[in-house]
């Protein structure tokens, strides 16, 4: 299976001006979004809180998370951002891509917008 990137950009939803922007990997395994912590805190991020994650290889690990404003293909939507390990590739995850509507379609490699956001 190959991977998908999109262009996301953040802004912090705590009322600072800043935002980050890059090339995040599409990961339908992941709920929040991540983010290397130190761009989050340039932009002006301030993180809300602690949660305990499940890393892909299995070790569990505590990252802070913070709220965020999460702009991509021409949609926005709001929700957590994860204060991720310097160096890390950001993520976009399931939970942003399911609120505005859009799957990954696993034959092509390609995102695909629903025609409307499931209410059920």
Known sequence: MGLIHVTVCLRPVTGAKGAYQSD???DTGATDCLAPA???REA????RGKMTY?????TTVEYEFGGAEIEFMGDVT????IFGPEGAEPILGVTALESVGI??????QT???LPAVPLK
């Open 54 to 58: 499940e890393l892909a290889n299995g």
């Open 111 to 113: 995102l695909k917008r």
């Open 78 to 81: 709001y929700g957590r951002v």
């Open 24 to 26: 995040f990997l599409v």
């Open 103 to 108: 799957l990954v379609n696993p034959k092509d």
């Open 38 to 40: 130190s761009k989050l």
């Open 44 to 47: 002006g991020f301030i993180p």
